[in-house]
DNA sequence: ATATTTGAGTCAATGACGCTGACCAAACCA
DNA sequence: TGGTTTGGTCAGCGTCATTGACTCAAATAT
């Protein structure tokens, strides 16, 4: 507070108490069409199997973190059971995703990836990676730097914890024992 | 191909040709986190009038361009018309956009804000210049111009093209005559 | 002057992704 | 034993996008 009070607004920066109208709309105009064209490799890819980009979400994170309960990765996406419920079977049932029942606690199930799993979401992985990295070495390691940092301030403390949780050096977490039987509550009644 | 040719890659940035797994995990990280927080204020407040983020990127652009034509519109939002047309109609029947047909060629809509568009957008612009504006706060004036640097090399060439158009100081553009008359093509036969 | 193309709009059907509310079963725990 | 937690299910709703086929008016090309 006691930096001095330049509400005007200058050039980009300075020390901002709020932004110039114009520097806000391009803000908005960056995050739509950026984040539209980093989803959109993957998108097409996914759409040739018949899924979306929430399975590209599950993929991801447990990729990221294999073992993960359920509820565990609901926290995560913040949707629904139900939500996850529906992207989560077909992955189940298609076999790129693996179940668990945890050790300690046996009404949890640890996700991780199957080898085909791990195939798809590498090649999802892979995708993205061109886009990245063609943005990233356009910009220089600097850029990078203020990207990430931009990105993170972004979210909403809940976000911020949650990433932490995510790139954790490591994590106790059931190694995912491979119990080939699903058991799970049952399909049919 | 003349800038050397360190494949194993190291640290952020050097002059990668490619990007180590965990900065790229990184990167779809706070991506993911970073636009859902973006974007998760202004859709609260569309949520309890009925609408969604497609109203809002059409209020959007609308605003930076006011007069843009429908096919304009089309293809900065790269969705069909039919897409288009279920935001746009609850929209201009709603009286938060005006249609005014173009003087040079008639058959084209150009599509303003009218006052309780204007007063809607201002309401989602300044909820997300809350979130924005505490990012690059944080982050400093050149995390500023890294982010965006970073950002706009995500983009397809089609969109840095988009941008470019939006971003272009002005434009000749019908000024959007306050033509009462929607006089439009008919909604029922 | 007729024919084609273009800009806008429409109907019908489909699918992905999110939501709520209600409910059930198994396992854990006090 | 009884209450809570974890995971799963059914039914229904709404948004946002898609494709395909069609109308209509205005502009333009032959």
Redesign the interface.
Known sequence: MSEGADTRGG?????????REE????????????????T?GPDAILAEMGMGRAHH?VL?FL??RPGLTVGELLSIL?ITKQSLSRVLTPLVEGGFVAQAPGRADRRQRHLSLTPAGEALERRL?ER??E??????????????????????????PE??R??ER??APDRPSVRAVPLGKPGLGGKAP
């Open positions: 050039a980009a920066g300075r020390n901002l108490l709020f932004l520097e806000l709309r391009l803000a908005q105009d960056l995050l739509f069409f950026g984040y539209r064209d980093f959109a979400r991801h990729g990221r913040a992985f993205q990676r886009t990245v990295t063609r943005a990233y070495r356009e910009a220089g390691p600097v850029a990078v730097e203020g990207f990430r940092h931009v990105m993170r301030g972004l979210m909403e976000a911020r949650a990433m995510l790139g």
